[in-house]
């Protein structure tokens, strides 16, 4: 078990950069800084990791970017999410649906969802001229044709209202 980070200590790479700190005897040990793939001079902030671990998804000065960690454990280096994700607004608190289908985030103070393939695309190295994006939808929308609605819906409001549910307001 470990918790993901952001903080700006002295001797990080930035303005706030991404650390691990894994429990070890029913405590958990210094943070470590996640290094070069993740981290920049710029300001990486609000990480969540998905439920199987393989997944690091955060924000860096404003846009979303996923990591994938290799067979070595280690993370690769991060890429952005892409335009149906990351706009001119400030993006931030990206967390993904505990079934893996939906990536939901804040923009500004309100909060959005997309299908987590943009998630898989960043992954894959698919860029957003590969795939077709509708772009994210306001979590208070109706949402877009797919699922059955009101399945679809209540998971999503599930994971907001868990997490960043202050922003639904």
Do not use: H, M
Not at 57 to 65: A, K, N, T, V
């Amino acid at each position: 078990e470990s918790i993901t980070i952001s903080t700006n200590v002295a001797g990080g790479k930035g303005g706030g950069d991404l650390y691990v700190s894994r429990l070890e005897g029913g405590r958990y040990g210094q943070p470590e800084n996640l290094g070069d793939a993740v981290n920049t001079p710029g300001d990486e902030s609000t990480p969540s990791v998905s439920a199987d671990g393989r997944t690091l998804l955060f924000s860096r000065d404003g846009d979303l970017y996923a990591s994938f960690s290799g067979a070595d454990g280690k993370w690769r280096p991060a890429r952005p999410l892409g335009e149906g994700v990351n706009t001119p607004a400030y993006e931030l608190c990206p967390l993904l649906s505990p079934d893996g289908k939906y990536l939901v985030f804040l923009r500004g103070w309100a909060a959005y969802w997309v299908d987590a393939a943009v998630v898989r695309d960043a992954g894959s190295g698919a860029g957003p001229g590969e795939r077709e994006s509708p772009g994210a939808v306001p979590a208070a929308a109706a949402p877009p044709a797919g699922p059955p609605a009101g399945q679809e819906e209540a998971e999503i409001r599930r994971v907001i209202e868990a997490s960043i549910g202050w922003a639904l307001d």
